[in-house]
């Protein structure tokens, strides 16, 4: 039981679907979710909620964790789960949190962390939740690979060019070294211009975010991501080959997934 409750814990860490690295002045008061709304390729189920100790206390999350259930998405049929509070050596990072976990490992497929109630105060961690018309909060996670983009980013960089940063909803990296299975051009509607991409995809690293690198671009700019065949998570499952694109006058000032000026947008299926 402690090993689980350790693998559980230190895949919540390590889990790179979806998060929400550097976040800009983070409130003390801001809830968390990890792995983030529309994360997909957990080995198991759970969500983790945390939270700052000087903002939100082990009440607050202890509240918020009774509250909730895990769901099937979006049938929200309830899944049999507890709360693990274990102190472990890997807890430590998180400040306040609370663990839901499935009782069982279910079958591969869509689930939620359906929560009732939130903090008074609380601030939600932009991205990382997802509310119901009814005002409910959910986390939608996927059991089992499934890769999709998560979201985009844009953040100004030297030299007047400009980052433009896909999130993709589990870590992914090249099956093939024949060809780059990631491509990206952005710019004026029909005149768009190749952007360099420093940070892969690699076949030897498995990552959410990539980068690329291109001129300088405003909102009336769009960008075209042309993804190849090539492009798989650690499973072997593959982003479907298509061309999307991105609208730049849809991001908003956001940390969401960069920091540092950045705008963002996250996807919604």
Known sequence: MLARRLAVVSAALLCACGGAP???????????????????????????LTGDPSGLYEDDLENVATSSQLVTWPDLVPVPAHIDRTP???TEAFGVWRAVVADQPPPDGW???????????????DGQFHQLPD??????VRKGSAPDLWGYAACPKEGARTAIIVRYSEQL?????????????AGAPG?????????????????????????????KDQVILEGQSGLASPDGIEVSPTERTLALDRLVPSAVIASGGCTSLKLDP
């Not at 990296?173 to 051009?185: E, F, I, K, N, V």
């Open 135 to 140: 005002g409910r909060w959910v986390v939608r």
């Open 173 to 185: 990296h090249a099956a093939t070294t024949a060809t780059s299975p990631l491509l990206m051009r």
């Open 88 to 90: 472990t050596y890997f």
């Open 191 to 219: 005149k768009e211009l190749d952007c360099e991409s420093p940070d892969g995809p690699f076949v030897d690293r498995y990552v959410a975010d990539y980068e690329f690198i291109c001129g300088h671009l405003g909102p």
């Open 111 to 125: 689930y939620a962390l359906l929560i009732d109630s939130i903090p008074p105060g609380a601030i939600l961690a």
């Open 22 to 48: 550097g976040e800009e002045l983070r409130p003390p008061n801001q809830l968390r979710a990890n792995p983030a709304d529309n994360s997909t390729g957990l080995p198991t189920l759970w969500v983790t």
